[in-house]
């Protein structure tokens, strides 16, 4: 798993809790076997929403509250506590269903237009209350300015319970039409029921919250999932072993080292343990025994590609790339070249200093990059393979699309300066580095202030 940071996008989001907690201050995780799986638990119900599998993405935030949203796109974004708190892949189904019916249904472009109903309340008391303030009434203006605040809070409050519902509708008919069991929806929306028990929310304080009280939600769905044909389907077994995969390997990961193996204890020698425990001695420094419970996942499925990519992991951040090679070529292989684990074989490649592996170094991480649009290591390392090659006007370019992506235009429009000057005319990364020179000159003459010379 490897950590990225979010970029704040929780204003304007649709969420499904009213505890979200700020995304600014998240990250995202990234994980091949993780996003693999979310991607095929997510198809059918995309292509039932009438959504195209190739513009959705459900990403998963580090965050250990029980949460999900969509913040404008066709992106959902899932906390790592919603997958920890979830028995099923089919309790995360219908908490994606939710989101895509946000997508659908264009909550958050909405949502964005009826803030400003309620701001026009906000000031117009704001105004008035100033007003009597100002003429000597100040009770009067203090009353003023908060009955006019509580009025835009409930106007926009009302406004999010409906988008609420609307996208619980929406998401209960998805799984129905791609013949999908609706129990894991109501069993979450019991979990969140609990929640609700336990921070002391009742339908009497309903109208203060930005969603219907859980027991509403389970009652408006239960009739219409349950008189689907899909209803008494079991869920896909394939799918529900691999999320008990990647909840063991999560939990490794983001849990203390001494919770992990409270829960995982050495006697047991199950797959999910070994993956938890991988994990956990890896993040704790211990690499011998992060590498023996790697083994042993690999000795139960060879031809497991996330099995050797998690000991090709270890390895190379154990300071061995040279042993790491041998499990992340196999990785790459039979995971069809999949771009994260393509970018951590590149990683390896380079990392042993041997330039007789500085060619493929370049060759698996141009398919990482030409694969994966959202993946800026991968062209860190394309720039230092470059670089190490000797080819200084690429690795340039490479650091021109890496500081594209994170929104660094000055060294996008420097970078790509210098790789134009030294790159043949007219050739294909020629061609990019100057579409990328011209967007970033472009938004540094946009935002003079934020771009001005220091």
């Known amino acids: 798993m490897k950590r990225i940071l979010a970029t704040p ?3 304007g989001a649709a969420t499904l809790l009213l505890w979200a907690q700020p995304a600014a201050a998240q990250s995202v995780l990234r994980d091949a076997e993780t996003e693999a799986l979310f991607a ?29 949203f969509v913040a404008g796109g066709q992106t959902v974004y899932v906390h790592s506590g919603t997958l920890q708190a979830a028995d099923t892949i089919n309790e995360v189904q219908g908490v994606v269903a939710h989101e895509i019916g946000h997508i659908t249904g264009g909550h958050v472009p909405l949502g964005d237009r009826m803030m400003k109903a309620p701001m026009g309340i906000t000031v117009l008391s704001m105004v008035l209350g100033l007003a009597a303030i100002a003429a000597g009434s100040g009770e009067a203006g203090a009353g003023i300015m908060a009955a006019g605040q509580q009025a835009a809070q409930g106007s926009y409050l009302s406004f999010s319970r409906t988008q609420e519902s609307s996208a619980d509708a929406a ?31 009742t339908r009497k304080v309903g109208f203060m919250l930005d969603h219907p009280v859980s027991g509403d939600r389970i009652a408006n769905l239960t009739d219409t999932l349950t008189a689907s044909p899909a209803w008494n389907k079991p869920s896909d077994p394939a799918l529900e072993e691999r999320f008990r995969r990647v909840k063991a390997k999560l939990k490794g990961y983001v849990q203390t080292t001494d919770m992990t193996l409270q829960q995982y204890p050495d006697s047991d020698q199950s797959l999910y343990a070994h993956y938890a425990r991988a994990y956990a001695y890896h993040k704790a420094g211990y690499p011998d025994k992060a590498d023996a419970e790697a083994r042993a996942l690999v000795k139960a499925e060879p031809a497991n590609p996330y099995f050797q990519e998690v000991e090709g992991q270890i390895l190379l951040e154990s300071g061995k790339p040279r042993e790491a090679l041998a499990p992340l070529r196999i990785a790459n292989r039979d995971s069809g070249q999949n771009p994260l684990i393509a970018t951590t074989l590149g990683h390896a490649l380079i990392a042993t200093e041997d330039k007789a592996n ?7 991480l141009r398919v990482a ?17 470059y670089e190490a090659s000797g080819d200084t006007a690429r690795a340039a370019l490479a650091t021109a699309e890496r500081a594209s992506m994170t929104g660094d235009s000055r060294t996008a429009a420097q970078s790509a300066a210098y790789a134009l000057a030294n790159i043949p005319p007219n050739t294909v990364d020629w061609i990019r580095a100057q579409d990328i020179a011209m967007t970033a000159r472009n938004d540094i003459a946009d935002n003079p202030k934020k771009y001005k010379k220091r």
């Open 9 to 11: 996008m929780i204003l």
């Open 358 to 364: 500085y060619a493929e170094a370049i060759k698996v």
């Open 40 to 68: 095929d638990m997510a198809a059918p119900i995309v292509t039932a929403a009438g959504l195209s599998t190739r513009n959705v993405r459900v990403v998963l935030i580090n965050d250990d509250s029980v949460n999900a």
């Open 171 to 201: 998401g209960a008919s998805f799984l129905n039409a791609a013949g999908i069991t609706g129990k894991g929806y109501l069993s979450f929306f019991k979990k969140l029921q609990q929640l609700e028990y336990r921070y002391g929310i």
């Open 369 to 385: 990059v030409a694969r994966d649009d959202d993946n800026p290591v991968a062209w860190v390392q394309l720039g230092t393979a």
